[in-house]
Structure formats: C-alpha cells, structure tokens
C-alpha cells in the first residue's frame, strides 16, 4: 500500500499589518527577513495571503526584505490592488508530508504586534 501525502500548514505569520503596495512591481510579498524566519518561510516559497479587512484571498511567492527588523510587510503587482496599506494580513505557507510525518507535525505560528514585531 503507498504512503498517502497531505498539505499541512507549514508556517503562518498571523495578522500582520501592510505596510506598502508597489503595483509596478513584478508580483510577490516582501517579508522583513525576521518574520520569514520564525515562520519557516524560505525565499521564493509561495505563500496564501489572507485580507482580514475585506476577506480577499491570493496566492504569490515570498521574497526577501532589505530592512531588517523593520516589519515590513509589502504587497506587489497585481496583488496590490486587493489590499491597501494598514490592512491586517494572515500569511501562510504550505508543506506536503507522508501521513505519518503529518500526524506529528507542528507548523510555525507566528504572532505580530501592530507594527509586525513578534510577539510570539
């Protein structure tokens, strides 16, 4: 009998706020590298994007902020025209594992503050 693989949630910074919209930009999310790392979030990794201020659902790759500790959180591209800056965020990554992994899977939850510092 084969393995049976699942989509478990891998990592999740939860409600951070945006901080910028670049609708010129290719497409993406830029994360202050802080918070990719405590959610297990690589580069290039694609990510869900949840607006918790009007419900809007998209999916994009993470890329990698210059600014360091400084929370930011930018939506670019097409994306940026479903989010405005201020709006609270969830953003989530996704792993696939064989069943047993998954049964003893735990994902990276990641709590911000008001501005996308961690709380825990």
């Known amino acids: 009998m084969s393995e049976m693989y699942l989509t478990l949630l891998k990592g999740k910074i939860h409600r951070a ?36 201020n009007n419900g809007a659902r998209f999916t994009t790759y993470a890329i990698v902020s210059e600014k360091r500790g400084g929370g930011e959180i930018t939506i670019n591209g097409a994306a940026a025209r479903l989010v405005q800056k201020g709006d609270i965020t969830i953003i989530c990554a996704f792993g696939r594992m064989e069943e047993k992994d998954a049964k003893k899977h735990k994902p990276k939850i990641v709590m911000v503050d008001a501005k996308n510092k961690v709380r825990k």
């Open 17 to 52: 706020t945006v901080t910028g919209t670049e609708l010129g930009y290719e497409g993406s999310i830029t994360i202050d590298p802080v918070l990719l790392n405590a959610a297990g979030i690589l580069p290039y990794e694609q990510v869900d994007v949840l607006n918790v």
